[in-house]
């Protein structure tokens, strides 16, 4: 099960510290997919914003295989909602969304992400060579613990405090 659909799960079961853990994931998602269709930044937030309101609110969150899937519908359904809304204020405003995309958005998206990289690498230096060589083995090669434990002759507690201890100092740097 992946992490965010167990994340997902623990919201659905009533832990709401998910639902934060959730928009913090998945907020730039939203934001680089709202930005494409609504310019007005205010308008953006709120709509990303309003999903997770109505999460919170909800008895019963539905389930669900894909998250980022169902909040990126969930924001086109808001996008929809609110276009609708402006265009009976207005009259002028389309039904459909005008998606915007330009070969400047792919470049300001591959900088965005050669920044994030660059901040991940530097955060990574900051930590112990072998908290960064679990944190490898586990993530880049995607090693079960055993073997990981196997290979580094530690034992299963150690492997995963250490990795614990490192996604810790990583987050705090980055």
């Known amino acids: ?4 659909i167990a994340l997902w799960e623990s919201f659905r ?3 709401r510290s998910a639902l934060a853990d959730l928009f913090c994931a998945h907020y730039d ?3 680089r997919y709202g930005r494409k269709v609504v310019p007005e930044e205010n308008a953006r937030q709120d709509l990303i914003h309003d999903i997770f309101i109505d999460l919170w609110e909800r008895k019963t969150p539905p389930p669900v295989t894909s998250i980022q899937s169902y909040l990126l519908g969930a924001l086109r359904n808001k996008i929809l909602a609110h276009f609708r809304e402006k265009r009976k204020r207005s009259g002028v405003v389309p039904l459909e969304i005008d ?6 958005d792919f470049i300001v998206e591959r900088e965005e ?3 994030r990289i660059e901040r991940l690498l530097k955060s990574v230096e900051q930590i112990p060579p072998r908290q960064r060589e679990i944190l490898y083995l586990r993530y880049y090669c995607r090693l079960e613990y055993a073997d990981i434990c196997q290979m580094m002759g530690i034992t299963y507690q150690v492997a995963r405090n250490q990795l614990s201890l490192a996604l810790a100092s990583v987050r705090r740097s980055y």
């Open 13 to 15: 079961q009533g832990d």
């Open 29 to 31: 998602m939203l934001e």
């Open 1 to 4: 099960m992946s992490e965010d």
């Open 113 to 115: 992400e050669r920044e």
């Open 99 to 104: 998606f915007q995309l330009s070969a400047e």
